[in-house]
């Protein structure tokens, strides 16, 4: 563990790209209505 916390796990990564993904598909849907 580094002391600013900068060192993720790789899932924890996966995890946020898979946040992030689904925020802009939600933006994108909703743009469209």
Known sequence: QTA???LLP???V???R???GE???VGA????V
Do not use: C, P, R, T
């Open 18 to 20: 898979y946040l992030v």
């Open 23 to 25: 925020v802009l598909n």
């Open 10 to 12: 790789k899932s924890a």
């Open 4 to 6: 600013g916390g900068i």
């Open 29 to 32: 849907e909703a743009e469209n």
């Open 14 to 16: 996966k995890f946020e």
